[in-house]
Each structure stands twice: as structure tokens, then as C-alpha cells.
């Protein structure tokens, strides 16, 4: 996953509150949205996220990946990444 | 090992708007809002039986609605009869239901007619509205004794032809509309009380000597939350009544007030939710009496019609819908493709209804597109409504949708639905799914245009 965007300088605590310090603009994330912010800012590839969600928690490798996709459609979306 | 993983929530981001008010308002858990049954019958139960999409009429909220409205009228006035409006929802099992509890029926067209002949309902127990009667329709009509309601000048001309054809004289009706004091004002239907177009055609009703004037109708829009303008419609018709008895020696018999009364469903554009904004049915049957009592005279209790549709039946009626797919929009917002659409839920694109899901849901609630099967743009059941993130197979209920849908929703691009009636805990299909074997019945393929 290129990371050559906002994603990598965003800020993010425990709780799920997410600073971007380019823009000012402020997100919150939920338990796994932040495991896949993190590993995007890692730099880890999309069957990675896939992989780590699956051995973390309880869902079908299907489910992981058409969610992971779609939080990726939505950090697009909200240009965070291109 | 499975049992030592997390529960899965699905992943949300939603952008925090400091400064500004969440235009989709918050959406904690609390206010999330899960529908597990109907009427004690579980949804899950409900779609295995019957699939999805499903419409689903409870039997105990429209006795008790109509026995509610019944009392309202009942201990304020002596002489109240209801008018099932067959046009809000014309199935027969509830029209049926509606006739048990001692509603007439109120009819605008020749098919509605029928239907309500078919029923088993006598012509002298229809009141025949509408704009549109044809002269045969009207022939029927006059011949089994319904009460018929005169739209315009011509259908006075077509009920004389008739009158004179049947070598009859026919009691009528004349519809009237008015200022209530509200807007907008309905003027399309019936005649202008203000304007003395409905004295002119009192007048032409008597110059033709074929018609005898009895009743007086008036409906004054849709969805009325001032109970105050009854009150005024019913002084000005029962004041108008006495005008006629004075100038013409017309007896009115009764008076036909019409409908409108809104349900608890959110209007558009509204701010306050429907228990806040709508207004208990007392309230209408208080200002009403009131508007009766303040302008008959002592002693004189002529018949009241009311011919209320949406106001009992809307809450009775749910829609189950289930996602099909979903998917992330440009914009940020989640497109929620369900298999029931406008094609079903043709008042969406007037009210918003409430939505609920079968069983709790977790994670964030993000801005949520609930977007119909059909293959076009404007099939948006739901649009701005905060909604937690929804797998496929997600049972959705939506409500109230009794009124009008399932008269108005259409046989476009797909099947329409099931229509099942829950009774003390016994569901009973009312309106089978349909098949290809509808569509096709009624088309004729010419020889020349076989393909095998």
C-alpha cells in the first residue's frame, strides 16, 4: 500500500481519536479501524490487514476483505489516502 | 483457536465536524432502535415463511386504532358512522377488517366500486368520491343506492342523463371546498364555498329537478396537523347546510367531513418527531364537535361521515427488507443496496420512515444511503439517516407503511412482494407474491412476433 500520503502523518491514540496535523482535521476510529489505520501507516499490504484481522477476531476472510476495502474506499474518500 | 478471538466489529472513520452541529445528528446505541417481532412472530420466522421483501399488517393495531378513533367521535357526538377509504389500502382482507368493525365504504373510482361490491359491501353502504365516474359506473351506482358525491358540473349534466335514463329521481351529494385556514388550501376537487360556486351549483342541481341534494362533502387536505381546521371546515359547511334549507328548502341530511387526519409517520421537512407533532385523535374530535355544536341547531344531530385512511392505518403496517450489497460512494457516504425500493415504498418520497433492525447492531453510526433494487437513480428509500455499519442478509423494518403503499407501489422491474396479516400470533398471507405468470396474463404476443 503506497503511503506516500496524509495517512502516514496522522496521529492516533488509544481511544481512536485521530489528529491530522497537515489539514486540522480530526476522525474518530473504531477498535478495527484502528488496527487497519495502523497497518497502513505500516505500510502492510491489504492481504496482510486481511490476515491480522482474521487471527485477531472472529470473521470469515470474505467478511475481512470486502470491509477492508471499503474502509479503504472511505479513507479515500475522505483523501486521506489516493 | 476461534474461541480465543475478539468479536468482530466492522471497521468505521467518521470525520469529527468541530464547531458545527452533525447535519445527520448522533447516533448512540441508546437511540438505535431494534424490532426483534411483530406482534410476537419474530422476523427471522417471517422471512423464512415468506421471503424478503415482506409487508406485514398486524390485525391488533388496526382494531385497536379504529375502535380508538370510533370512541374519540362516539362520546362527543351522537350520530358518527366511519368511511373506510378504500384508496389508502383497498387489500381485501383489511378492508374486511375495517367493515367488521362497522366502517362503510368510501370509494373513488368504478374499480374501487367493484371491489367493494365484491366484498359483499351494499351500493347503500358506499359513498361514491372522486372525479372520475363514468356514466356507466354512475348508472350502477344509482341503480344499487350508493351515496354519490358530485365532483363538477359535468358530472351533474352526466348523473341527470342517468336520472333520466332510469326514470329516477337521485339523492346526492355535492363536494365542497373551502378555507379552512390552512395552506395549501385543496380547491381541485368539489365546488368553491367562498366564491359561491357551490350555491351555483345547488342552484343548478335544483334547476334540473332530476337530483335531490342530501349530503355535503368537504376534505381539506392530507396529513392536517391543526385540528382547529376541522373546526372551521365543519362551521362553514353546517353553516352553509342552514343557508340552502333557508333559500332553497334543501334538507341536508348529513354531512361527509372527509379524512386527512395524519399518522405517526415523519413528514419531510419536519423538524419534530410524530409524537411530538401529531396531535392524538381527541384532539380532532373535539374541534369537530365543537364546529358541529357551535352551528347546528338545538336538537339537530344530522349523519357525520369521516372517511379518515391513513390515520388508522398507517402504524399497522411494516416493511421487512433485507441488504443485498453495499458500498462505499465518492462522498464518503455507505450505499446500502436493499431488496425493496420506490417500486414498493411509493411514500418515500414524501415521509421518512422509521427504520429498525432485527437484532442489535455494533460498531459507529456513519451518514447511510438506503438505496432500493431497481436499475435507477432516484431509487433512495432513505438518504442522511446515521446507520451502524450492515452485513449482508441484514434484516431491516421499516415503518409506519401501511398507508398507500401497497395501492400505490408498482409493478416495475420486479415482483411485487407478499402481503401477510398477523393475528394473535397466527399469520395468514393476505396478497401472494407475485410471478411472471401476472405479467404475462394480461399481454398478447401477435403470431407474427413468435420467436419459437
Redesign the interface.
Known amino acids: 500500500m503506497n503511503t506516500n500520503n496524509r495517512i502516514a502523518r496522522l496521529a492516533i491514540n488509544e481511544e481512536g481519536f485521530v489528529f491530522d496535523p497537515q489539514t486540522g482535521e480530526s476522525f474518530t476510529v473504531n477498535q478495527t479501524g484502528k488496527v487497519i489505520l495502523k497497518a497502513l501507516m505500516r505500510s502492510d499490504s491489504e492481504e496482510s490487514i486481511i490476515l491480522q484481522l482474521t487471527e485477531q477476531f472472529a470473521l470469515s476472510p470474505q467478511e475481512a476483505q470486502a470491509d477492508v476495502r471499503d474502509f479503504i474506499h472511505h479513507l479515500r474518500a475522505y483523501q486521506l489516502i489516493y | 483457536m ?1 474461541n480465543n ?12 465536524q ?1 464547531g458545527l452541529m452533525n447535519k445527520f445528528g448522533v447516533s448512540p446505541y441508546y437511540a438505535r432502535k431494534v424490532r426483534s417481532n411483530i406482534d410476537g412472530v419474530s422476523i427471522e420466522e417471517l422471512t423464512k415463511q415468506f421471503g424478503s421483501p415482506l409487508f406485514v399488517f398486524s390485525e391488533k393495531t388496526i382494531r385497536n386504532t379504529i375502535r380508538e378513533a370510533k370512541e374519540a367521535f362516539a362520546t362527543r357526538y351522537p350520530n358518527v358512522t366511519f368511511s373506510w377509504s378504500y384508496k389508502t389500502n383497498y387489500i381485501d382482507a383489511i378492508n374486511a377488517i375495517y367493515h367488521q368493525e362497522g366502517s362503510i365504504a368510501e370509494v373513488v373510482s368504478e374499480m374501487e366500486y367493484d371491489k367493494a361490491r365484491k366484498l359483499g359491501i351494499s351500493g347503500e353502504n358506499i359513498i361514491f368520491n372522486g372525479p372520475h365516474k363514468s356514466i356507466p359506473a354512475l348508472k350502477k351506482a344509482v341503480q344499487e343506492g350508493a351515496k354519490i358525491h358530485i365532483d363538477h358540473f359535468d358530472e351533474i349534466d352526466d348523473l341527470e342523463t342517468v336520472a333520466a335514463e332510469l326514470n329516477k329521481e337521485i339523492p346526492v351529494a355535492i363536494r365542497l371546498n373551502l378555507d379552512s385556514g390552512i395552506q395549501p388550501q385543496w380547491s381541485r376537487f368539489g365546488f368553491n364555498l367562498e366564491s359561491g360556486q357551490a350555491l351555483d351549483a345547488v342552484r343548478r342541481i335544483n334547476m334540473g329537478g332530476k337530483l335531490r341534494l342530501n349530503g355535503l362533502h368537504c376534505h381539506i387536505g392530507t396529513f392536517i396537523l391543526e385540528p382547529n381546521a376541522y373546526k372551521t371546515q365543519t362551521e362553514k359547511m353546517v353553516k352553509f347546510a342552514y343557508e340552502l334549507e333557508d333559500m332553497l328548502g334543501i334538507s341536508i341530511e348529513y354531512f361527509d367531513i372527509g379524512g386527512g387526519f395524519p399518522s405517526k409517520s415523519k413528514l419531510k421537512g419536519t423538524y419534530l418527531p410524530p409524537d411530538v407533532s401529531v396531535p392524538p385523535i381527541d384532539n380532532y374530535a373535539e374541534k369537530i364537535s365543537q364546529g358541529l355544536f357551535n352551528a347546528l341547531k338545538p336538537g339537530h344531530f344530522p349523519k357525520l361521515y369521516l372517511e379518515t385512511g391513513r390515520g388508522l392505518i398507517d402504524e399497522a403496517g411494516y416493511l421487512i427488507t433485507t441488504v443485498f450489497a ?7 457516504r ?1 450505499s446500502y443496496v436493499l431488496d425493496a425500493g420506490v417500486n414498493l415504498l411509493f411514500t418515500a418520497t414524501w415521509y421518512k420512515f422509521t427504520i429498525e433492525t432485527d437484532r442489535e447492531m455494533q ?2 453510526g456513519e451518514p447511510a444511503l438506503l438505496n432500493g433494487p431497481l436499475c435507477m437513480n432516484i431509487d433512495i428509500l432513505d438518504e442522511g439517516s446515521m446507520l451502524p ?1 450492515m ?1 449482508r442478509g441484514t434484516r431491516l423494518i421499516l415503518s409506519p407503511v401501511g398507508a398507500y403503499n401497497v395501492t400505490q407501489w408498482m409493478q416495475f422491474i420486479e415482483y411485487r412482494p407478499a402481503v401477510v396479516l398477523i393475528n394473535e400470533n397466527q399469520v395468514e398471507i393476505i396478497r401472494e407474491k407475485e410471478d411472471l405468470s401476472d405479467i404475462l396474463r394480461r399481454e398478447r404476443l401477435p403470431k407474427r412476433l413468435r420467436l419459437a
Open positions: 476461534t478471538k475478539k468479536p468482530y466489529v466492522k471497521p468505521t472513520i467518521i470525520k469529527l468541530s453495499s458500498k462505499r460512494l465518492p462522498d464518503g455507505k460498531g459507529l455499519p452485513k
